[in-house]
């Protein structure tokens, strides 16, 4: 795996050695076809390949900024967002139970694959031709992606993650980076009541439902919006079919949350109750329930904890379990808490009920403490403050809704995916109003 990593990180810096502006904004969907157990290196500190790639390509941005192609620059709307994030991570290193190195070395990953990429991605944005490039991005690596979870689904097999985890090691170093074990170990794939818990090209499944539901979001809206970027209308169709089965193949319930919220994000509560709408929902929902019988135990596995333990599912009483173990976390330092990456320590000594990923409460309070969760709820007020001008308040107010209230449910997510989403819907938008031939009519 190692083999691969290095050669995609050379692949790509060749191609941005060249097309800069162009690779930029391929890799921002592209990435999302090498989860973190294909890395140029695993011991520490580790560096998997899409965080190899990041770097790179900042610091070529350094040698590309003034090209002609990245001005004007523009001013970058996630900054009020980073300050205030950054000041909370700066705050709890200071007051860190580990080795302050690794806080710093938690750090810097976190805001330079982060805020510096999605930085430079604004940068690049510039054009109809940018956007065209995108959108056939996503089209692309949502069909490599969803077909992927098609055949896992159907034959209990992925051939990709098979061939990764067999050509990578598998040790402490690994820990967390993949949860998949292929079947020809006589394990048979996770299953929750009937229906395999789709991962495709991601270590975890969860990651694939959100992937998922960004994107089906996306196109979604560039379908509403009549945007032009994709002639043919079939193919969108089709691909935001796909990344529809995907968001059920993930069998996740935080995306499902996700989608309900975002539905309102794009249509008024008018459009989404028209019989047109709810008729095809009611046939595709009675469907899966006749196909997948044990399907709504989904929901109801949350307050069974019987049902849970048959569907390897979590419930409000594992949860409060969790929450108690975060608590213990934060009280230890409940103003500024342990540190980044603290919580990993932390499971090292006794505090084990707790996985880290399991909400962002349970990320964020035992790490950064009460003042980090102030300036995450501020980071996102400083967003909706910024692209509430081009992306008006309700859609907005309803799409980050959906990100904390799935971030709550499940931990933080890829900020890199939701935040080219906001991104590139708002530059859509701004063509649009400036009369750019890219809209029909």
Known sequence: MQYLAIAVVLAVSLFACRWYKQTVIVWMVAQTLFNAQIAVRYSTPSMSCVMATDFVLIGLYFFKARSASLQPKEYFLFKEAMIAILSSYILSTFFAIGISSAAITTTVKYFATNFVLLYIFQQCLKSTNDLKLFFRSVL??????????????????????????????????????????????GNSLEMRYGMVRARSFFGLHISFGFFCLMYLHLLMTSYKNKWDFIKNKQILITVSILLFAGILMGNSKTSYIGFAIMLFSIYSTKQIFNPKIIFPLAIVAITITQLFPEYLNNFFSLFDSTLADEGGGSTIEGRKIQFQAAQSMFEMSPFVGNGPGSIGLLKSKGFGAILGAESSLMQILPERGLYGLAMYFLAFFCIFKRFKPVLGEKNLAFFLLAIIAMEFATGILDMTIWGTTLLVTRKAILLNRQGDSFVKG
Do not use: C, K
């Not at 969803?146 to 690994?174: C, K, M």
């Open 140 to 185: 692309i690596v949502s069909f490599l992606q969803t077909t992927n979870a098609l055949y896992e689904s159907i034959f209990q097999d992925n051939l990709w993650l098979d061939f990764v985890y067999f050509n990578s090691p598998h040790d402490a170093s690994t820990l967390g980076r993949m949860f998949y074990i292929p079947p020809q170990l």
